[in-house]
């Protein structure tokens, strides 16, 4: 019997549709190539990364715990612990999808997933090739790492996947790509004990941020010791020997060679859809990503698109999951409405974090806003001293005329965590007066955004 829904992929996009399709009482199974349930991000991207980010935080508290009064006398760094950690938490989760499927009644059918046309889908697994047919197909399978031409990862070069189970913590690291998973790892490295260089070819790092926030990332990237190369052009890189040499052209026009134990290489990922049999379709690609309309409908009747292989949307997890509510809640016809692209939050875990939604100022003005800024230093808030984690600020990017919210930047402490405040002011539209207006409790770090708010009328407190 036919499917009412068949998913291919079982990422944060892929096993969330599942559950919210089950929900709505369809029936519904997902195809996965890989033994474990949950995609790239819980195994090889924001869980794994983020309890490693953790563990990187926990020994810098040990490192300077002697100002706190607490002396932990030669405290040691276990790698092998830390992966162990890391394994489990992604385990449990894994497990933690598995019962979710059962409960909900989402069938799992091991394999890989092609389109054969006309609602048909062939899987493959090692116990043969079956054809399953579906009134709808939602199509999931995610991204993977692109290398640099010619290269494949192994040795001392690596991926996200590789780096993750490095055995010993390497005297030095090269990274290639400044975007969030390049400074990420540079935050892990770089407070693990490597020497960590990173190397950008455009003028900043975290290029997606306000330019602001790229300076203040740089800023306290420096002091922490990394060393940061933006509008630096690698030329060559030569693995054959115990250490990775990098040939680079600095911004300044001077030419290096770089020695690194490892070299990273974080320059984005490219779409899963090459052998998926888009061709036995009408689906539409923009350079590998596919093309959907709001309601994530591709341009073959019944066959949806969600998550990194989408055209036009950030390769995040949260804008695969919601994708992945929008296109089921099509399917089943219930109301939805798409994607505000404009409301999507964004956060890179680096020590300072990053949480960012909307406008940046640049993006702002282009756009003809007559922009007004209220910026707030994270100097200025009790709980960042409390915390000893002062780098940092709140920029809200405001137009003149009604007040209206048109993005929040934060760098800072827990920066991740207050971006969602301003996620939801900007989604219930409030405007900057409402936000003025807002109590925000006292000693915290999101008084920093109260703050940032009345900046925008010059009228901060404590600044
Ligand atoms: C190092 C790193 C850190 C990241 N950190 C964050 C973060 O902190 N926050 C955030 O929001 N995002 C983060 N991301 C991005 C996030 O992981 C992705 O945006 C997210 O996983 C995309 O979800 P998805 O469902 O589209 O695909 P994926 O999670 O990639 O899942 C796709 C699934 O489809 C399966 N599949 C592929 N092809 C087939 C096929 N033909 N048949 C059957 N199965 C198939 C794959 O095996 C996989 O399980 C990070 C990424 C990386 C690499």
């Not at 052009?233 to 690194?260: P, R």
Request: glycine share 12%; net charge neutral; hydrophobic share 40%.
């Amino acid at each position: 019997m036919a499917y009412d829904v068949l998913i291919i992929g079982s990422g944060p996009g892929g096993y969330s549709a599942a559950i919210r399709a089950a929900q709505y009482g369809l029936k519904v199974a997902v195809v996965e190539k890989s033994p474990k349930l949950g995609g790239t991000c819980l195994h090889v991207g924001c869980i794994p990364t983020k309890a490693m980010l953790h563990s990187a935080e926990v020994w810098d508290y040990f490192k300077h715990a002697d100002a706190h009064g607490v002396h932990c006398d030669n405290p040691r760094l276990d790698l092998s612990l830390v992966l162990e950690r890391k394994n489990g938490i992604v385990n449990k989760h894994a497990k933690g999808i598995e019962g979710l499927f059962k409960r909900a009644k989402v069938e799992w059918i091991a394999g890989y997933g092609t389109l054969l046309g006309n609602g048909k889908v062939q899987v493959q697994s090692d116990k043969g090739t079956q054809v399953v047919e579906a009134k709808n197909i939602i199509l999931a399978t995610g991204s993977e790492a692109r290398m640099l031409p010619g290269m494949t990862p192994g040795g001392n070069l690596l991926t996200n996947i590789e780096i993750l189970n490095m055995k010993e913590v390497p005297a030095s690291l090269a990274i290639i790509g400044a975007g969030a998973v390049g400074v990420e790892f540079a935050s892990i490295y770089s407070r693990f004990g490597s020497k960590v260089t990173v190397l950008e070819m455009l003028p900043r790092l975290v290029p997606v941020e306000d330019e602001d926030v790229s300076k203040e990332l740089e800023r306290s990237f420096k002091k922490q010791g990394i060393r940061c190369e933006t509008g630096a052009k690698v030329d060559k890189i030569d693995t054959a020997g115990a250490k990775v040499k990098l040939s680079i052209t600095l911004s300044t026009g001077k030419t290096e060679v770089i020695e690194a134990d490892k070299l990273l290489v974080a320059v984005g990922r490219k779409p899963n859809t090459d052998k998926l049999g888009l061709e036995k379709t009408k689906v539409a690609t923009d350079r590998g990503f596919i093309v959907v309309d709001e309601y994530q409908q591709t341009a073959e009747p019944g066959v949806y698109a969600i998550g990194d292989i989408v055209a036009g949307t950030p390769q995040l997890a949260h804008v695969a999951t919601m994708e992945g509510m929008v296109a089921v809640a099509k399917i089943a016809g219930k109301a939805t409405r798409p994607i505000n692209k404009n409301r999507i939050p964004g956060c890179t875990y680096t020590e300072p974090g990053i949480g960012s939604v909307g406008l940046t100022e640049a993006q702002a003005k282009a756009k003809g806003f007559k922009v007004k800024v209220g910026k707030f230093p994270f100097l200025g808030n009790s709980k960042a001293t409390i915390l000893g984690s002062h780098d940092g600020f709140v920029k809200v990017v405001s137009d003149e005329k009604y007040g209206e919210i048109l993005g929040v930047h934060v760098i800072g402490p827990h920066a991740y965590e207050l971006i969602g405040e301003a996620v939801t002011a900007m989604e219930a539209e409030a405007t900057v007066d409402t936000m003025v207006a807002t109590i925000h409790a006292h000693p915290t770090l999101y008084e920093a955004l109260g703050e940032a708010f009345n900046a925008v009328y010059g009228q901060a407190i404590n600044a």
